[in-house]
Every structure is written in C-alpha cells, then in structure tokens.
T-cell receptor
C-alpha cells in the first residue's frame, strides 16, 4: 500500500515548455486534489476532482489543466510554463466527505527558468 | 469564502516546554471540520489532529491538544512536553461540509524546538 505517490519529485522547465505531473493513489479514494505551496502562503487549491471523469477549478486554476480518466490517477498539466509557476506541488486524496483525512503525496518541486 | 489566519510566522521553544500555536478562521457555516497538519523538513504533510465543530469537547492526541472556541472562531494547538522531532511547519486548515469540502489552509507557523 503506497498511499499517494507523485511523479516526478523534481523538475526544471524553461519558460514556455509543457509538462504533466502524475498523482496516483491506491486507497480507492473518490476525491483528489492538486495544491501548490509557496513561501509564506500555505497551500492553495489548484483543481480538484470528486470522482472519475470529473474535475473542477479551485482557488488558483489559471495556467493549469487536469484530467481524471481513471479513479486512481489525477494528472496536472502545464501547457506553457511561466516563472510564476515555480512552486512545490502537492497531490492529496480523501475517501469521501466530512472529517475524512486528506492524504498527501510527497510533493514535486518545480522550477521554471 | 472561508479564510484561515495563523498570526505567528515563527516560534521557538526549549525541549520539554509547552507551546501553543494560534489559528483563527472565518466562515458562515455552522458545521465544519478543523485540522492541524505538520510538515517536517521532509516536506511530507502529516495530520496531527482534527476537530469536528459540532463537538464541544476539545480533541486530544497524546501530547497534542486543541482549544476550540467556536464563537470566537479560534482553534489553537497545544504541544506538551515538546520534542526535537516536533520541529516543523504547522498548518491550520478548515474544511466545510458543503460542496466539494475543500481544505483551506492558513499561512503556517514555523516551530523550532531547541535542545
């Protein structure tokens, strides 16, 4: 049982390049989330999914796209990376609603030069 | 929209001391959940403790306890007998029960436990 895994752990992009971050969970969770963490700002929600085939915008969605084709995977895409997207990205999942804990992946550190 | 505020960017205490981290939040909902997450240098987010708003009793988990004041919208974390391994960033988070029940995080408090 690996929990929540993220690929890759580190990445450096040049402005304008594209990439996809993969999040996978093996806990059969319905809800999945993508956050970004910037210094002094805590974690902010980018996009989330309440089930396979569904996605919705969070607090800071601009410049990102997501897809949830399989229940266990949640992909975050950057079509044209910008320096403002330099951040640490966290994926999380939870079983359903209410007080259920969100389980976090180890994070991906992305630098855009 | 809900907001969460942690007014202490950094705190530092000696090992074995007790420390309290502050958190306030703003919401119009009457039922919700509150969490404290710990983020050590490894970057992994770890749940420390959770509180359900409809429960008046404060949650406790071993050396960790909360002081939940619903009317004041305050949710502080007390760490007793602090240990070196408690050194980390601590985030307070709010989760409503409406919609997709997203977590809203505070800015974090960097806690250092000194030997």
């Amino acid at each position: 049982n690996a929990g929540v895994t993220q690929t890759p752990k580190f990445r450096v992009l040049k402005t304008g390049q594209s990439m996809t971050l993969l999040c996978a969970q093996d806990m059969n969770h319905e809800y999945m989330y993508w956050y970004r963490q910037d210094p002094g700002m805590g974690l902010r929600l980018i996009h989330y999914s309440v089930g396979e085939g569904t996605t919705a915008k969070g607090e800071v969605p601009d410049g990102y796209n997501v897809s949830r084709l399989k229940k266990q995977n949640f992909l975050l895409g950057l079509e044209s990376a910008a320096p403002s997207q330099t951040s640490v990205y966290f994926c999380a999942s939870s079983l359903f609603f209410g007080g259920d804990e969100q389980y976090f992946g180890p994070g991906t550190r992305l630098t855009v030069t | 929209a809900q907001t969460v505020t942690q007014s202490q960017p950094e705190m530092s205490v000696q090992e074995a001391e007790t420390v309290t981290l502050s958190c306030t939040y703003d919401t119009s909902e009457s039922n919700y959940y509150l969490f404290w997450y710990k983020q050590p240098p490894s970057r992994q987010m770890i749940l420390v403790i959770r509180q359900e708003a409809y429960k008046q009793q404060n949650a406790t988990e071993n050396r960790f306890s909360v002081n939940f004041q619903k009317a004041a919208k305050s949710f502080s974390l007390k760490i007793s007998d602090s240990q070196l391994g408690d050194t980390a960033m601590y985030f307070c988070a709010f989760k409503g029960i409406q919609g997709a029940q997203k977590l809203v995080f505070g800015q974090g408090t960097r806690l250092t436990i000194n030997p």
